[in-house]
């Protein structure tokens, strides 16, 4: 049993992950793919501290934690792909910043904590 089923309600939520970067064939950009998958995970409002952390300009894009055994990933700009996209409840959220907790693994704790930030419109 995972901390999260402990302690939190989880709430099945789609992960939209880039598969493809956007490259050039012949002068012509292929467009950039996605595969979507159900995750679950529980999502929270941040703390107060967490807030102040973020820089200034993200403080207003609606951050939340989301705590899930999944492994998101944030950009990746030497491959060129894209932050994972988390949809809950309609509402598309950007993976900002991932805090790896697999070393609590051995005792079946194994999780991640995951700030993620409103997707701009």
Known sequence: MS???IFTVQDNMTLKRQTTASVSVKGTYQPVTRSSIIITGSIQPITGKELLDLPEAQRTRHPR????ETELRT???TNGLGADIIEHDGVEYVVYKVEDFSEWDGAGLAHYAVTVLRKDE
């Open 65 to 68: 934690t989301i705590y899930t």
């Open 75 to 77: 950009e990746d700009k």
């Open 3 to 5: 901390i999260i089923n």
